[in-house]
Nanobody, 129 residues
């Protein structure tokens, strides 16, 4: 049974940093496409970052490039999102998502909610000004 558990959310001031972790069980992260999404109140869920370690592919939303980094520890079966220079607009519930295998064209579809079958429950990130 595939399970995703996000940890590491919290409250920080603008300019601060946080690291989110998505601990996976029931499968091996290196064989799945994995992503971070976020959803703020009243807004649609949006893709933040994704990766497929099988091809060392990484993708970031334009709004977080230069500030966020996505990485994976296959030994710990965990996906990370390192967030720096946080802004109040980064405040949202952050979700981990996963889908088995590789897919041609993932670079163009990684931010689509429909790309992923498995989702975590989310962890809240609040950035105060």
């Amino acid at each position: 049974q595939v399970q995703l558990v996000e940890i590491g959310g919290g409250s920080v001031q603008a300019g601060g940093s946080l690291i989110l972790a998505c601990v996976a069980s029931g499968y091996t992260v290196s064989t799945y496409r994995m992503a971070w999404f976020r959803q703020a109140p009243g807004k649609e869920r949006e893709g933040v970052a994704a990766m497929y370690s099988g091809r060392s592919s990484q993708y970031l939303a334009d709004s977080v490039k230069g500030r966020f980094t996505v990485s994976q520890d296959n030994a710990k079966n965990t996906l990370y999102l390192q967030m720096k220079s946080l802004k109040p607009d980064d405040s949202a519930m952050y979700y981990c998502a996963a889908e088995p295998g590789e897919r041609y064209g993932y670079g163009g579809s990684w931010a689509r909610i429909s790309e992923y079958h498995y989702w975590g429950q989310g962890t809240q990130v609040t950035v105060s000004s």
